[in-house]
DNA sequence: AAATTCACTTGTTTTTTGCAAGTAAATTTT
DNA sequence: AAAATTTACTTGCAAAAAACAAGTGAATTT
């Protein structure tokens, strides 16, 4: 766990972690007006190190040569169990401002909550998780 | 989640509930000395923003007016499965010196697994719940 | 009563962060 | 086709945080 913890013992490789797979963010742009207020050299800089540690990969984009996508390896989603139970664990004991009814069945459907934000990985589906959930049961 | 990587976005906060979840530890020393090399005023720090936001308390030691027992409070001890998941994600993607079996196994018995140290926090049972492996990593 | 242990605090230096501005290539607008 | 704009960065600098080294005082051991 050290090891997961020189990579996330700072404040926003997770958060960068976290967008790409419940935000379905993947340019340098998006990242920067998600909201959170990282500086442009910081974002940079921790994209290329999760590039070196394998947790993301870039490639370009066809329809824009300005753009790069920055997409999560398998290495990355796996992180998926890990960002859910971060998120409901703030949900629980901190005022995170989600509405709660959605965390209730996020913490009930953990396995379900999972296979599809694998499934939209797998499948370039880039619905966000979050906002829309409960619509199936 | 934002709030809790506020509080965890940090190299050295979730190591020292780490410590304290699967090491038992308690005292200023035993986290001085239990391998990572974090710095004094950063553990004092550190100790002292876990217990203002409700995550560990103090207790005196009844038997050594000198030691102070540091405690996970219940919102400290519900951050098992954050940790348990990051535990196996490093287990499965880097090389952490864990045996492979023991981490197979903890992957295979998630609930029981938090369920133990659930009960061994609630019991006060110093038990470890990972042996001490080597140089650890 | 002297030495030691324990849980810290207090400087000081080094590293990391945050902020403002700038750059180069690709695209869009005129 | 020239000019303006967008995108993904880099660079330089001040401010904050961390690492390092040393010290303090109360409690305990010798």
């Keep these: 766990m050290s090891v997961s913890l020189d ?6 490789s997770l958060l960068i972690v976290r967008d790409m797979m419940v935000r379905a963010n993947k340019t340098f742009k998006e990242f920067l007006s998600s909201g959170e207020g990282i500086a442009t050299n910081v974002l940079a800089d921790r994209l ?7 947790i993301l990969m870039t490639e370009p984009d066809l329809e824009d040569g300005r753009r790069v996508h920055y997409r999560l390896t398998e290495k990355g989603i796996d992180l998926a169990p890990v ?3 971060m998120l409901l664990w703030g949900a629980k004991h ?3 401002g989600a509405p709660c009814a959605v965390m ?6 953990r ?9 939209r990985w ?9 906002p829309k959930f409960g619509a199936g049961k």
Tied chains: 1, 2.
Excluded: Y
């Design 83 to 85: 960002l859910l139970e």
């Design 94 to 96: 901190e005022d995170t």
């Design 104 to 109: 209730v069945e996020m913490a009930k459907n």
């Design 122 to 130: 797998a499948e370039r589906d880039p619905t966000p998780i979050l």
């Design 111 to 119: 396995e379900w909550v999972l296979a599809e934000t694998r499934r």
């Design 7 to 12: 990579m996330f013992g700072d404040r926003w």
């Design 48 to 54: 290329r190190r999760l590039e070196d540690s394998g």
